[in-house]
């Protein structure tokens, strides 16, 4: 091999090299957006499911409230219905 073909290898390897090193520094903004966007997921999942819990208790008191209330009427409709007929 002669001096100039040495150096065209070299130039090359070097810029291999930066290549490299820029494609490091592009995948490590990518993990820090991923990381970011994982914890905003988290965020969201975990409100999400506090949200949902609430409207599981609203959903049991409307229902402890609604149902007697739904009986007395048809109650009082059966005993006006019998009553009046």
């Known amino acids: 091999m002669n001096h100039e073909t040495e150096q065209q290898i070299l130039d090359t390897l070097r810029e291999i090299r930066d290549g490299q090193r ?21 965020k969201n999942i975990a409100e999400s499911v506090g949200l949902q819990k609430v409207a599981l208790q609203r959903q049991k008191v409307i229902t402890a409230v609604a149902v007697p209330g739904i009986l007395a009427c048809i109650a009082a409709i059966a005993y006006l219905v019998v009553t009046y007929f």
């Open 22 to 42: 820029e494609a490091i520094k592009i995948m490590a903004a990518h993990r820090t957006l991923v990381e970011e966007q994982i914890q905003m997921s988290r």
